[in-house]
């Protein structure tokens, strides 16, 4: 997975929108968070995949949209 780091994750927020030294920090930590939720699900669930398919996402138990 990769890592990005406080500047990193600063830069990109800046490339989308102006964004407050306060707001970046609120960023920063609700990044953190989602990472490491999606570590902890990836060592719960076996063969949890790195990359999800979004096509198939909205399919039902059978397959079916």
Known sequence: MYDMNREEIA????????????????????????REAADRLRDVVPDFPNELDGGILSRTVDGEK
């Open 11 to 34: 830069e990109q927020a800046r490339e989308i929108a102006p964004i407050s030294p306060e707001d970046i920090e609120q960023l920063v930590n609700l990044v953190n968070g989602v």
